[in-house]
């Protein structure tokens, strides 16, 4: 359940950023990860809040393509590595066959201070 449904009202929706949307793209893009063109151009219109500083609710405002893909975290592994080593995941929720969110779950002592670059994600499917 997104942001959205437990606190309607409270959340202040945002246009997905450009570095948001490069996140999705590269995970969406990774080898084993069946997703359309469809999908990837729908998150132009992507529409942001978020539930904490590093987990971001997603919704789109109009009727968009579908994944074949159950509720939950897409089926894809994305490890952030940095020079200084292992930095956490990037996790893509699916809710409907949709994108629902975004997490960045580090793991490190200082939490990140923006999303990691596509060149910073290294991917294994599941």
Partial sequence: MGLSER????????PISAEERAVFGAILRAPGVRCSDEVLADLDIALVAHGTTWILDVRMPTAVAVFDYPDGPLPVRAFVNKDSGYQGEIIVWITDGRISGLEFAWVTDDPPRRWPRPTDMEFEAL
């Fill in 7 to 14: 606190n309607p009202g409270t959340t202040s929706w945002r």
